[in-house]
Each structure stands twice: as structure tokens, then as C-alpha cells.
């Protein structure tokens, strides 16, 4: 069976660091993009970060540049967005997501979600 | 970055009613457009990829037009499942900016 299980959410301060993880199983990970979406309680979904294949390509939304940074390793058959700097913005449910992003067709969307991880970050 | 606004942002609707709603982005992004639907308390779902495509399972009363710059999903004969919120996303160029999400409600 094709699943994503995140992990790694928690409450943080204001300021600190998180480091949450995606695992991949039911199909090879190397073969496809992946996503980090995130939902704020309450809000819609917004796109947060997205990372090529290989890991050689990383975009993110502005909102997180400089902060957080998107990881993948293939042999390992996870994901990985590290979150430093953390606001109170950025409380939400992250999902990872399978990307069907093929450059130069016109993909076919994010086909497979985990069922996201919580960060809060209060004091 | 690309803005996308969705229309309406909420819309109370029947079982049996044919429901349609609209997408626009902020510049074309020819056929890039997925549509999404997440239901209360759960995990989105992929319904419509590169604009008109249905994804595998998703049931053909979904369907999805468009190009350029305004898209539309069209629920042909609501079920009682469908209620939900539904998402446009382009995946034109990074970030692949969500719209705000439209409501679908029980009428």
C-alpha cells in the first residue's frame, strides 16, 4: 500500500527549531517529487516547500525562506523539512505529499498525503 | 508569486444540484491547475489534475475545464458525500499557491 506517515510535530517556543520527518512506503521515493503543505487551524492550505527527485532543486514559499529547509533521503525513504525560527505563524498541520510534478508536462498533482503532524509554537 | 481566487468562498447547495466553481489566477498558467477536496478533519484528496484530468477513483461526476488564466470544477449531481471544501493549486511555477478554498454546504 502506497502511505506517507509524518512525524516529528510538537509545541515550540517562539525562536526554536523542529525538525519533522515524512516516511515514504509502497513505492520508491526517488521516483517523484515531494511536497510539504501546511494547514493553520482554522485556515486553508497553503504550499510550503518542494524538493526535485534527486534533492538538487528546492523552492519554498517566501514565507519560510532562510527559515526552513526541505531534505530528502532516497535510500532511506524519507523526507525531512527543518524549521528553525520558528513563529507563531507557523502553527499548523503539516502534510507531506507525494508531487506528480514532471518538468516540462503538466504533472498530475499531489496524489498521496500523510495524515500531518502538528506544530504549535507558543510560549 | 501567483494569486489564486476561488469563487465563491462558500455555497450552500442540495443533494441532486449541479455545482460549479470557478478559479482564477493572477497570470496564465496554461493547464497547470489541480483541484483538491478535503473534507472536516481530514486529509486533501486529489480530484482533478492538469486542469481536466480525472484522478484514478475519483468519481466522473467531478469534472474540471479550463485554461489560461480561469478554471472551473463542476459537481454534476451532488451526493451527500461531496460536502466538503475544495482547493484549486497551480503547479505553473514555485510556490504552488493554493486558492482560499470554497465551502460546500448542506443547504
Known amino acids: 500500500e502506497v502511505q506517507l506517515e509524518e512525524s516529528g510535530g510538537d509545541l515550540v517556543q517562539p525562536g526554536g527549531s523542529l525538525r519533522l520527518s515524512c516516511a515514504a512506503s509502497?513505492?520508491?521515493?526517488?521516483?517523484?517529487?515531494m511536497t510539504w503543505v501546511r494547514q493553520a487551524p482554522g485556515k486553508g492550505l497553503e504550499w510550503v516547500a518542494n524538493?526535485?527527485?534527486?534533492?538538487?532543486?528546492?523552492f519554498y514559499v517566501d514565507s519560510v525562506k532562510g527559515r526552513f529547509t526541505i531534505s530528502r533521503d532516497n535510500a532511506q525513504n524519507s523526507l525531512y523539512l527543518q524549521m528553525n525560527s520558528l513563529r507563531a505563524e507557523d502553527t499548523a498541520v503539516y502534510y507531506c505529499a507525494r508531487d506528480g510534478v514532471v518538468p516540462t508536462t503538466l504533472g498530475y498533482g499531489m496524489d498521496v498525503w500523510g495524515q500531518g503532524t502538528t506544530v504549535t509554537v507558543s510560549s | 508569486d501567483i494569486q489564486m481566487t476561488q469563487s465563491p468562498s462558500s455555497l450552500s447547495a442540495s443533494a441532486g444540484d449541479r455545482v460549479i466553481i470557478t478559479c482564477r489566477a493572477s497570470q496564465s498558467i496554461s493547464s497547470h491547475l489541480n483541484w483538491y477536496q478535503q473534507k472536516a478533519g481530514k486529509t486533501p484528496k486529489l480530484l482533478i489534475y492538469?486542469?481536466?484530468s480525472l484522478h484514478s477513483g475519483v468519481p466522473s461526476r467531478f469534472s474540471g475545464s479550463g485554461s489560461g488564466t480561469d478554471f472551473t470544477l463542476t459537481i454534476s449531481s451532488l451526493q451527500p458525500e461531496d460536502f466538503a471544501t475544495y482547493y484549486c493549486q497551480q503547479s505553473y511555477t514555485a510556490p504552488h499557491t493554493f486558492g482560499q478554498g470554497t465551502k460546500l454546504e448542506i443547504k
Open positions: 492538469a486542469a481536466t
Open positions: 524538493i526535485k527527485l534527486d534533492g538538487s532543486e528546492e
Open positions: 509502497g513505492f520508491t521515493l526517488s521516483n517523484f517529487w
